[in-house]
């Protein structure tokens, strides 16, 4: 099992897409069992014996597992009983625990990276490639998933594993090479190597970590929200703009019991459903709360009605004292309000636009963009060359368009606009996601700076070890409500993933170590921290 | 960075010049399939250029289309697609030619007024698209087109001798517009023509529509709702707000559109009133990409190929048929949808490149210069 690690924008899917024949090399050769080889289709690499997970499922969810796995290659074992037991006896060959017959919109997303496994493998693959095949999974099913891996390794196949969750790596993996910047900078041995100098390789330099040093919470409150409660298709979207759908499908499914699981909440029909079910908190100056879940369990319409883009249909938002549930999105940033949205594609920037545009973007009616009714260019433009400059956003200038800087890059400059503006309270949703480690230090910087100086930080992420590393309060939000909550200082990810689950609830404890004694959890917690 | 600005001219030019260089080359094919001289034509409607008289109906006949096509354009910079510019502009010019054929004010409060009513019922008209989009979700494609509909039929009513209508021997007019409503002009002389004064208010307002939209606060909502409403909304943009607010500016603008011709020379709406301005407009808008400045080229260009076109059906040796320049400007529409496409995508692309390079170069050199100290 062979790892490949690098930042973003590295190389590692482009040498993949030339592994899959999915792109051509312009120079150089691969080789497989010693004999030299060109593909010019993912065909060509199917017939090498060499097949691909991709990071997003290539499924018709509409289709049963079956029709999935022989669409594209009737040709093999024909589309029935003959694929149907060849698809059994892959699936115990391996533990995967295929159901054939089960429709795959029915699937958690642990499930369906199974499928995707086994469609690869019923195209005779000896080679398999997944890109990034944990980044949609909690721990318990990372390790499940792990497990299918070994299996296969034991049975003969290699694996290329492409990831940047360290750990997991070495974990994993007999052996690692590391590419920076599309050429190879070292290859590593799991025993003998460390996260820590794994990823030094990976940024090329010494690297900092999520901790925050001393707790900075006052008892002063700066957002409290009081049963928030969202109904499913409530506060309806006229113009558009469809909520990305989560995949409501992977609750219940815990990964290390393929067969019994999925999906109760999600199809029952009538009344509607709760997608955010009575949520009430208080965040104050210089906390950060960190909320961990499974995407799609609430945190979108929880950052909708915060933001004020989606009204709540219950409950109310107070800010610095005032209600402020009935405002609209440009009042609420206005009087304080910063947003580093979860996708700064659709919601943080326009693409084609100028860098200086997008720094008005969000706060057009503030200085230094705007006087009274005019838009002050200048101003703008000079306070974009201030926050290149002091969020090392790495451009050649503020006159090109968004969209040609790196996804890290793209994010400090998010960051600095929405740091520019002193807010008093921040929601910071998967902050670092698709950034590389570099960036990835400077932006828990800023955070860490803003909220020694009295910033609340709502905090929400799909990477557990910046949730812990950086916030001061942890609540685990699951199917819509605030299932559970737990002290950042002593939790470990697997705790919290079980939580993340449904699998646990009220106040987390670490097993390890002497219970601390917080029930309510909403208070400023740790002191000493 | 003023490399970055000369690639956005270029790129900006580079669109329309391509598609016109298409559409000529299309036409010529169209012209060699039916056993034509495929260059002469062109050459004939340029030779009608160098006349004062032709001049001067190209400008006057831009003027309209320049108008409509601004009202067209504000709606495509939010990504609104008003058809109903047509239905506005007629709806409006009738509605201007009965108050001013009824109502007579001295001419410094009648000329304003009528322009007031003209924006007012163009708004009006508009407005209703506006207003159910953003009730009840209804798409403005759809909800235009209809009211054009219903615009012609109001009109029929409108002109009806027993409402306001005026038999005028065979055509239906709405009366002679008092002479305090009529739009001084530029009189170049009998055997030239006059320039209408509406011109001025055409270039006004596009001066006025750059300035709106890219020095004022609610100009940059309105971009930004056009280039990304996900993003516009996280912003704090209204987005219904901002769909109605632009739906009710480009129909007052639309509005404007046939006025230049009411007020400068007809002073009355028959049934001659041309039709059909609001759907030329959009053409126009898309060749000069939303930019008045472009607006302005296409709307002149399309001027002369109405105007100079005529002359081919009289040419001698051999006559030509008008409809060529209906052809080419059909075939300009086609051409420029393919090419503003490639050429933005292309645009892009090379820009992530370019940026991608220099910020490589940039990182060498730091390298190096490490590596020295």
């Known amino acids: 099992m062979h790892a490949l690690v690098g930042e973003n924008g590295a190389g590692k899917s482009t040498l993949m897409k030339i592994l899959y024949g999915m792109q051509k090399p312009d120079e150089g050769t691969i080789a497989i069992d010693g004999e030299q080889v060109s593909f010019s289709s993912p065909a060509d690499a199917i017939a090498r014996g060499i097949g691909m997970v991709h990071q997003h499922f290539m499924l018709a969810d509409n289709l049963t597992v079956l029709e999935n796995v022989v669409l594209g290659s009737e040709k093999l074992y024909g589309i029935g009983g003959n694929a149907r037991k060849k698809i059994a006896e892959i699936s115990d060959r391996y533990g995967l625990g295929i159901r054939p017959d089960v429709l795959v919109e029915d699937l958690g997303v642990a499930d369906r990276q199974r499928v995707e496994i086994l469609k690869v493998l019923f195209r005779g693959a000896k080679t398999l490639i997944l890109d990034e095949p944990t980044a949609v999974l909690v721990p318990q099913e990372v390790d499940a998933l792990f497990d299918n891996l070994r299996e296969l390794k034991s049975e003969g196949l290699s694996v290329i594993f492409i990831s940047h969750k360290l750990g997991e790596v070495l974990s994993v993996a007999d052996d690692i090479t590391v590419i920076r910047r599309g050429t190879t900078v070292g290859t590593a041995i799991p025993s003998e190597t460390t996260p820590r100098q794994l990823a030094e390789l990976m940024v090329g330099s010494e690297l900092p970590t999520p901790e925050t040093a001393e707790s900075t919470v006052t008892d002063k409150p700066v957002v409290t929200v009081k049963n928030l409660t969202v109904y499913a298709g409530g506060g309806i979207a006229s113009l558009g703009e469809v909520g990305a759908q989560p995949e409501t499908a992977t609750v219940g499914s815990s990964g290390a019991a393929p067969g019994a699981d999925v999906l109760t909440e999600a199809t029952t029909p009538g009344a509607a459903k709760r997608v955010l079910d009575d949520v009430s908190f208080t965040i104050h100056a210089g906390e950060v709360m960190g909320i961990a879940g499974v995407e799609g369990n609430g945190q979108t319409e929880l950052i909708d009605a915060l933001i004020g883009t989606k009204h709540a249909d219950s409950g109310a938002i107070e800010f610095l004292g005032e209600d402020i549930t009935g405002w609209q999105t440009r009042k609420r940033r206005e009087s304080g309000v910063g947003y580093i949205p979860e996708d700064r594609h659709r919601q943080g920037l326009l693409l084609e636009s100028p860098l200086w545009e997008n720094r008005i973007l969000g706060h057009v009616t503030e200085k230094p963009n705007a006087k009274g009714f005019w838009l002050d260019i200048k101003g703008a433009q000079a306070d974009t060359r201030r926050i290149v400059e002091e969020f090392d956003v790495r451009t050649p200038g503020i006159d090109v368009t968004a969209a040609s800087l790196s996804g890290g890059n793209q994010q400090k400059l998010i960051v600095g606009r929405e740091m520019s503006h002193n807010p008093k309270f921040l929601i910071a949703a998967h902050p670092t996601r698709g950034v590389d480690v570099g960036a990835q230090a400077q932006i828990w910087d800023r955070i860490r700076e803003a909220r020694r100086e009295g910033l609340a930080v709502l905090l929400i992420s799909a990477d557990l070890d910046e949730l812990i590393g950086l916030s001061d309060t942890l609540r685990v939000i699951y199917d819509g409500k605030l299932v559970a909550d737990a002290d950042p200082a002593t939790i470990t990810p697997e705790e919290l993933g079980s939580a993340m689950t449904g699998a646990a609830s009220g106040h987390l404890e670490h097993v390890d170590t002497a219970p601390e004694g917080h029930e309510g959890a909403a208070g400023p917690e740790d002191e000493a921290r | ?373």
């Open chain 2, 1 to 373: 960075m003023k490399k970055f600005d000369k690639e956005r001219v270029l790129l900006a030019v580079a669109g329309p010049v391509i598609a016109l260089v298409l559409a000529i080359a299309l036409t010529s094919i169209v012209l060699l399939a039916s056993n034509r001289n495929p260059f002469e034509p062109y050459v004939l409607m340029l030779q009608q250029l160098p006349y004062s008289d032709i001049q001067v109906l190209i400008i006057n006949q831009a003027a309209m289309y320049y108008i409509a096509a601004i009202a067209v354009a504000l709606g495509f910079r939010m990504n609104l697609f008003n058809i109903g510019v047509d239905g506005q502009y007629r709806l409006a010019a009738v509605m201007t030619a009965v108050v001013g054929a009824n109502v007579g004010l001295p001419a410094f409060l009648q000329i304003p007024m009528l322009l007031l009513v003209a924006m007012l019922t163009g708004a009006f008209w508009a407005g209703i698209a506006g207003v159910l989009k953003v009730t009840r979700g209804v798409s403005e494609v759809v909800a235009t087109i209809m009211l054009n509909a219903i615009a012609t039929s109001v009109i029929g009513y409108i002109t009806l001798a027993n409402v306001w209508g005026v038999q005028v021997g065979n055509n239906m007019t709405t009366g002679v517009m008092k002479k305090s409503g009529w739009f001084p002009g530029i009189n170049l002389g009998s055997d030239v023509g006059e320039i209408y004064g509406m011109v001025f208010v055409a270039i006004a307002l596009g001066i006025g529509y750059w300035v709106v939209l890219n020095r004022t606060r609610f100009g940059f909502d309105l971009r930004a709702t056009g280039a990304s409403e996900s993003a516009a909304a996280a912003s704090g943009v209204d987005a219904k707000r901002m769909v109605l607010v632009s739906m009710l500016i480009s129909g007052a603008v639309s509005g404007l559109a046939g006025l230049p011709l009411l007020l400068g020379d007809s002073h009355t709406y028959s049934l001659d009133f041309p039709a059909g301005l609001g759907f030329t407009a959009i053409g126009i808008a898309l060749l000069g990409r939303n930019n008045p400045g472009g607006i302005a080229f296409a709307a002149l260009l399309w001027a002369f190929l109405d105007k100079a076109s005529p002359a081919l059906d009289y040419a001698t040796p051999v006559a030509y048929e008008k409809e060529i320049a209906t052809i080419m400007q059909g075939l300009i529409v086609f051409s420029v949808v393919i090419s503003y496409e490639a050429v933005r995508q292309w645009g892009l692309r090379r820009q992530q490149r370019q940026v991608g390079a220099e910020l490589a170069a940039a990182a060498a050199q730091n390298t190096k210069k490490e590596v020295a100290a």
